[in-house]
């Protein structure tokens, strides 16, 4: 019983370490979490201005973000 508690408690910070992480980026982008929801969906797609700093928090080039070069094997 002791072991789930302490596991609980484990996936318990690593989620608000997640959520703190999230809204920090929300922040640095300037952006809601809607508008990311709807990024998700592909209901609409982020501001150009945004694709710099969005392929530096996911350390990765601009053209990898818009799928430039990526090869899809079918």
């Known amino acids: 019983m002791d072991l789930l508690y302490l596991k609980l408690q484990q996936l318990n910070y690593l989620q608000i370490l997640l ?20 990024w998700e969906l ?10 710099p700093m969005l392929a530096e928090i996911f350390e990765i080039t601009v053209d990898k973000l818009l799928g430039i070069g990526i090869k899809i094997l079918l």
Not at 19 to 38: D, T
Not at 42 to 51: A, F, S, V
């Open 19 to 38: 959520l703190y992480h999230q809204q920090h980026y929300l922040q640095m982008l300037n952006v809601s979490s809607q508008s990311v929801s709807r």
């Open 42 to 51: 592909g209901i609409c797609y982020p501001d150009m201005e945004l694709l």
